[in-house]
């Protein structure tokens, strides 16, 4: 199974992604930024973070999981990796995250970006598993 992929948005990122389980779809979409962000060939998981997040129903908790795993990076210049869910309800989360410091000499930023929206936030079990939509401010 497909971790994610790219749908079109005006000026802005969209990601439609997959999981077969709640835990690998939260997961796969803290991928989907980083792996978007960087190489993740470059960035090791010597750092580790433990993350707990809560929202009013499973579109908030997703986006407020989002906005966390993004902050780490944009206000804490941790580059992520490796994501795990540990506890997951539709109105709380408890994971862990591993990644490395930003090193310009070794990092190149691909894309940046800089804020996770409610627009058009969708998350939903289906036959297959589970999916979402969201979008991003580049």
Same mark, same amino acid.
């Given at each position: 199974m497909k971790r994610y992929k790219v749908f079109?948005?005006?000026a802005d990122l969209g990601l439609e992604i997959y999981g077969k389980d709640e835990r690998e779809l939260f997961s +796969? *979409?803290?991928f989907a930024i980083f792996d978007l962000t960087v190489d993740l060939h470059n960035v +090791? *998981?010597?750092e580790v973070r433990s993350v707990s997040v809560r929202g009013s129903d499973r579109e908030d908790l997703f986006v407020n999981y989002l906005r966390e795993i993004l902050?780490?990076?944009?206000?804490?210049?941790?580059?992520?990796k490796e994501f795990s869910i540990s506890e997951i309800s539709s109105r709380h989360l408890v994971g862990e995250v591993r990644g490395e410091a930003f090193n310009p000499k070794r990092h190149i930023i691909k894309t940046e970006i800089k804020a996770v929206?409610?627009?058009q936030v969708e998350v939903e079990k289906n036959k297959g598993g589970w999916?979402?939509?969201v979008i991003f401010d580049v």
């Open positions: 079109d948005h005006t +796969n *979409a803290a +090791n *998981a010597s902050y780490i990076f944009n206000g804490e210049g941790i580059l992520l929206t409610y627009h999916k979402a939509r």
